[in-house]
């Protein structure tokens, strides 16, 4: 596999990540997280380990030396996912898993391994939520709005099961949720509330509590979506009704901790795809080219 730009990831959102310092002579380690866990960029691990002036090609001869050793199983866990490039563009890129990211290591003779072994052991472990704890407000929007993209995904191909498969099916059922969790709101309508011009997509808008508490709602549906589907319950007014009940669910819940009603939480001044274009503006000053071509 190698860096282009395509991307196995739908949606076609432009969504990025911030680059996670590793605190070697300026270096950058690209992390996203996806499917539960944190995954890193191997081109950028690989270029901490070498301080190769091209390490996508020492990554591709590190490659073809585990197929020799017969390790190929290593490399091929590795997926293809979207990081924001130099050029601000999302990328595809190899990226592997802390597990998977530690073997890789091992192959690769550096003095740099050891520091760099414990710093993905530490990273990995990490939780999203307790990095983005840490996080500046707007850096929680970025994280979290990529986040919010995965299980979108991942509730799009569960409500496939319920007969929604068309953008318009699509629409509808992510609607009936909104008015759960914002009390008979759909989309245009929050949108409208937020001022916002057509085009605009209403999760960009969002700060770090309110984007928390949709994932919370897209994560719990997809589950009983997924629980549903293995009784044999299936059907678009099943799907819309039990996204509509988990909205209202966790819109109750937090009525009873005396949270911010989602609707009445501030709209941010900045828009996430701003946020990323700020974001790029600062990384043409601190990253170093040959990370990415």
């Known amino acids: ?12 959102e432009d969504l990025g990540i911030l680059p996670f310092d590793d605190g070697s002579a300026g270096r950058i380690i690209r992390r996203i997280w996806h499917d539960g866990r944190w995954y890193f960029s191997v081109v950028d691990v690989v270029a901490v380990l070498t301080d190769s002036p091209n390490p ?11 197929d020799d050793e017969g ?20 990328r595809a890129t190899d990226a592997a898993d802390a597990e998977t990211m530690l ?62 498969l068309s953008p318009r099916d699509f629409g509808i059922f992510q609607d009936w949720g909104y008015r759960g969790l914002y009390a008979g709101e759909a989309a245009k309508d929050i949108a ?3 001022g916002l011009p057509k085009g ?7 700060g ?26 299936t ?31 501030p709209t941010p001044a900045q828009s996430i795809k701003e946020l990323e274009r700020a974001e790029q503006e600062q990384a043409k000053t601190r990253l170093q080219p040959p990370l990415f071509e």
């Open 192 to 194: 409208a509330r937020m």
């Open 56 to 66: 996508r090609n020492y990554w591709n001869m590190l490659k073809s030396r585990l």
């Open 1 to 12: 596999m190698s860096d282009s730009g395509n991307s196995n990831n739908d949606g076609g």
């Open 208 to 233: 770090s509590t309110e984007l928390g508490a949709n994932i919370f709602r897209v994560t719990q549906t997809t589950d009983k979506q997924r629980q549903l589907r293995d009784e044999g319950i």
């Open 71 to 90: 390790a190929r199983e290593t490399y091929s866990k590795c997926v293809q996912l979207k990081m924001r490039a130099l050029d601000g563009k999302m």
């Open 103 to 164: 073997r890789i290591v091992q192959s690769v003779p550096s003095p740099k391994a050891e520091p760099v072994k414990q710093w993905l052991a530490h990273e990995g472990a990490r939780r999203l939520d307790e990095v983005a704890a840490e996080l500046p407000e707007n850096q929680q929007r970025l994280l979290l709005r990529r986040e919010m993209a995965d299980r979108n995904n991942a509730l799009a191909d569960a409500a496939t099961s319920h007969d929604i």
């Open 235 to 265: 059907g678009k007014g099943i799907a819309n009704q039990t996204h509509y009940t988990v909205g209202k669910e966790v819109r109750t819940a937090i009525e009873r901790i005396g949270g911010t009603m989602p609707e009445a939480l």
């Open 200 to 206: 605009e997509h209403i999760l960009d808008h969002m």
